[in-house]
Nanobody, 128 residues
């Protein structure tokens, strides 16, 4: 079993930055594909960023490329999402997820169905 706990959300103005953290316990992140998703009210959960299990590949949805960065600290067993130049359309509940055991060590999982473990979510609200 893997337990994931997100933190770092909040209310910010457009243009600001936030860093979300996702602490894992129960298993190590080092062999897991990991990702961040978000869900706005009335919308489906959507892929934001992901990292392959071997750490060699990352992928982002187009609207966040160049602004968001996913990273992983294996020593702390923690996943991060650095979000810069935030926009009101980034407002959502953000979830971290782990694909463990990873279905592929080299590919980035981009659909919710590929992930086995989820955090409880953290709210990010960006005001204009």
């Amino acid at each position: 079993q893997v337990q994931l706990v997100e933190s770092g959300g909040g209310l910010v103005q457009a243009g600001a930055s936030l860093t979300l953290s996702c602490a894992a316990s129960g298993r190590t992140f080092s062999n897991a594909g990991v990702g961040w998703f978000r869900q706005a009210p009335g919308k489906e959960r959507e892929f934001v960023a992901g990292r392959s299990a071997n750490g060699a590949r990352t992928d982002y949805r187009d609207s966040v490329k160049g602004r968001f960065t996913i990273s992983r600290d294996n020593a702390k067993n923690t996943l991060y999402l650095q979000m810069n130049s935030l926009k009101p359309e980034d407002t959502a509940v953000y979830y971290c997820a782990a694909d463990y055991p990873s279905r592929s060590s080299v590919l980035v999982a981009i659909t919710p169905y590929e992930y086995d473990y989820w955090g409880q979510g953290t709210q990010v609200t960006v005001s204009s």
